[in-house]
T-cell receptor
Framework: QKEVEQNSGPLSVPEGAIASLNCTYSDRVSQSFFWYRQYSGKSPELIMSIYSNGDKEDGRFTAQLNKASQYVSLLIRDSQPSDSATYLCALKNSGTYKYIFGTGTRLKVLA | GAVVSQHPSWVICKSGTSVKIECRSLDFQATTMFWYRQFPKQSLMLMAT?????????EQGVEKDKFLINHASLTLSTLTVTSAHPEDSSFYIC????????????FGPGTRLTVT
């Protein structure tokens, strides 16, 4: 059973701090990984995709991928209250275009 | 770019009736569209994958005769919930994969269905 695991949280961080969200996966063949943000009552919004080992930065967001250890993380620098949401980790199921989603981590940024 | 719309954004219907939800890619052609369902405080559950011009592929446990999916063009897919019942009340979200992109999926805003 291919799985994507995330701590459900909530993860609480003070405004301005770095929020670190982690995700582990079981399928060693997976090559494509995605982070989505979902506000309550809304649909997911793509933050970033990452395909290669290492870091990928986009503004305040940095995705980190370590295929050997089978984890992918998302760092949010200078966290803002508006970043409070559920963050979903997803991987593309090998051989298809389908995603496998984690259950999400709820982030609370405290003003 | 990569904007996906859904219509309606919310709908209330009576038990036994059918409801059609439209998903459109507005600024790109979508080779593949996906339909998800999300219950409160749960993660997304993939219902089916649809490719333009071919039959949808349903996930295990999803009734294809109840959830009819049509992907008639590269910019439009529809989900029809037939003979809706209260247990079908949920948040239905579509996503689309752009034709020439990598594997990123772009989500529509979702449709909240309430069956009374």
């Amino acid at each position: 059973q291919k799985e994507v695991e995330q701590n459900s949280g909530p993860l609480s961080v003070p405004e301005g701090a770095i929020a670190s969200l982690n995700c582990t996966y079981s399928d060693r063949v997976s090559q494509s990984f995605f982070w989505y943000r979902q506000y309550s009552g809304k649909s997911p919004e793509l933050i970033m995709s990452i395909y290669s080992n290492g870091d990928k930065e986009d503004g305040r967001f940095t995705a980190q991928l370590n295929k050997a250890s089978q984890y992918v993380s998302l760092l949010i620098r200078d966290s803002q209250p508006s970043d409070s949401a559920t963050y979903l980790c997803a991987l593309k199921n090998s051989g298809t275009y389908k995603y496998i989603f984690g259950t999400g981590t709820r982030l609370k940024v405290l003003a | 770019g990569a904007v996906v719309s859904q219509h309606p954004s919310w709908v209330i219907c009576k038990s036994g009736t059918s409801v059609k939800i439209e998903c459109r890619s507005l600024d790109f052609q979508a080779t593949t569209m996906f339909w998800y369902r999300q219950f409160p405080k749960q993660s997304l559950m993939l219902m089916a994958t649809s490719n333009e011009g071919s039959k949808a592929t349903y996930e295990q446990g999803v009734e294809k005769d109840k959830f009819l999916i049509n992907h008639a063009s590269l910019t439009l897919s529809t989900l029809t919930v037939t003979s809706a019942h209260p247990e079908d009340s949920s948040f239905y979200i579509c996503s689309a994969r752009a034709q020439l992109s990598s594997y990123e999926q772009y989500f529509g805003p979702g449709t909240r269905l309430t069956v009374t």
